[in-house]
């Protein structure tokens, strides 16, 4: 409830919203459809010294926001975001922290008639418990069914509602009937603006080693492009050195010409015979230990049969 004026009370949440700007460097923009007042405390006492939650008409922060702008252009990128029914988290936290806490704080509620379902809804294969006579408002929803000990079973799985349709009433009765609470809701994250930057909340879902994996990718693929049109890259380098050693050792081989590198290379195909007599005792020396072990095995053996 607005106390006092309400031009004091505007005064205040500009001079509020200007304080969470300079303070916070990333805002959480969240859709808070079909969230309700004692959800929204509930939320606000598990964000306590994480976060701080804005609400308000979407005219006044826009123009809290565009009288900030000044002070930091960046700002403007999210005027275009602030569109519905939508709330500001501000936050100096960890935003990965952040998201889950907010997911965290969901509550499930019935399908009503007319909303738009954020889900799929499934209704499985159960005994409803419920008599016959109530056996013709499950054949209007195409729902097959048979009576199993005196009360109505559905016999497989039914797609009720379908995500973004609208649910009609007898969807909803039939949820209300069996009991069930198919959605869940709470604040929703649309867009993280984080020091200057506007982001789809599935960036956060990224992981160290999907960026890694990626940037190797587009390595490798500048490499490939460099090496195919003879330009030089810092990532064809390697490739351009390598391939030029070979052709290099390759020519060393066929001539008399001589290099510390190439060395090792034509003593092998001069004598390979030389190389296996010096590999014979290396791999005799790894067969060693395994010998010693087995004598063991067949001491404790022989105490066994003793």
């Not at 995500?163 to 009433?169: E, I, L, P, Q, Y």
Request: proline letters at 6%.
């Amino acid at each position: 409830m607005v106390k006092g004026d309400r031009a004091t009370w505007k005064a205040n949440y500009f001079v509020k919203i200007g304080r969470l700007l300079e303070e916070y460097p990333r805002i959480f923009i969240v859709g808070a459809d079909n969230v309700r007042s004692k959800q929204m405390q509930q939320i606000r006492v598990s964000l306590r010294g994480m976060a701080e939650i804005l609400m308000g008409k979407n005219t006044m922060m826009c123009k809290a926001i565009r009288a900030h702008i000044p002070n930091n252009p960046n700002l403007e990128k999210l005027l275009p975001h602030i569109k519905g029914n939508v709330g500001l988290v501000f936050s100096k936290e960890d935003p990965v922290a952040v998201r889950d806490k907010l997911l965290e704080n969901k509550v499930a509620a019935p399908a009503r008639a007319g909303a738009i379902a954020p889900v799929d809804v499934i209704v499985d294969a159960q005994n409803t418990g419920m008599g016959p006579e109530k056996t013709s408002f499950f054949q209007a929803l195409n729902i097959p069914t048979k009576i199993a000990k005196g009360s109505i079973e559905i016999v497989s799985n039914v797609h009720l509602i379908h995500k973004d349709t609208k649910v009609g009433a007898s969807e909803a009765t039939l949820l209300q009937m069996l009991g069930v609470k198919p959605f869940h809701y709470g604040l929703v994250v649309e867009n993280i603006y984080d020091n200057g930057s506007v982001f789809a909340p599935e960036i956060l879902d990224i992981t160290d080693d999907q960026l890694i994996g990626k940037f190797k990718a587009a390595v490798a693929n500048v490499a490939a492009v460099s090496l195919e049109i003879g330009y030089c890259t810092q990532a064809s380098v390697p490739h351009s050195l390598i391939s030029g050693f070979k052709k290099v050792l390759a020519v060393a081989v066929e001539t008399e010409i001589n290099f510390p590198l190439a060395e090792g290379i034509k003593a092998y195909l001069a004598d390979p015979s030389a190389f296996a007599v010096a590999a014979a005792p290396a791999a005799a020396a790894a067969e060693e230990p395994a010998a010693p072990a087995k004598k063991e095995e067949s001491e404790e053996e022989e105490s066994d049969d003793d």
